[in-house]
């Protein structure tokens, strides 16, 4: 009877909830996928937003949407041409929360993931925000991206150096 079980479940295949919902229906338009990556293509204001208006047209059509935030520069960086400092990745995140929080389809929220990379100069901050010290929205998952150099690190219990954009800062 085991081996039957077993047998009967290999052959057994569900379809994501995204495609049992709109796959065939002339009634609505949707997307057949859950998850999207998008990217934020460099560190600037409009690439910022701009990905923030492609996360929201596909919280449109009930998809969710993950970016990393690896690519924006530390808080307190100088902004080129404006005299003005960087809020950083983690001045962003709520921004792309709410972005979350706004659109709906069918009472359905779209579900967010950012993470940042574990050796960028703001980790000790998104890592404050994932744990609860710091509270903001609820919506989104807060992730950090590992890099082999730092379990490396952890494995020779050795220093780890941040990075971002060809500078280093020892912990």
Not at 17 to 36: K, Q, S, V
Not at 41 to 54: E, G, L
Request: with cysteine; charged share 20%.
């Amino acid at each position: 009877m085991g081996s039957s079980f077993f047998d009967a479940l290999k052959i057994l295949s569900l379809y994501q909830a995204r495609i049992m919902h709109g796959a065939g229906r002339e009634d609505i338009t949707t997307t057949l996928n859950n998850c999207y990556v998008v990217g934020i293509k460099d560190d600037s204001i409009k690439s910022i937003y701009d990905c923030v208006i492609q996360e929201a047209m596909t919280y449109k059509y009930g998809g969710g949407c993950g970016h990393d935030l690896s690519v924006l520069r530390p808080g307190g960086d100088e902004i080129l041409g404006t005299g003005g400092n960087s809020c950083g990745p983690v001045g962003f995140m709520n921004l792309f929360s709410e972005n979350t929080n706004t659109i709906a389809q069918h009472g359905r929220r779209g579900a967010n993931m950012q993470t940042l990379r574990v050796d960028h100069p703001d980790i000790e901050k998104f890592i404050e925000i994932k744990t609860g010290t710091l509270i903001w929205s609820n919506t989104p998952i807060y992730q950090f991206c590992l890099t082999d150099e730092f379990m490396d690190a952890v494995q020779s219990d050795s220093d780890f150096d941040l990075h971002w954009g060809g500078k280093s800062i020892q912990l």
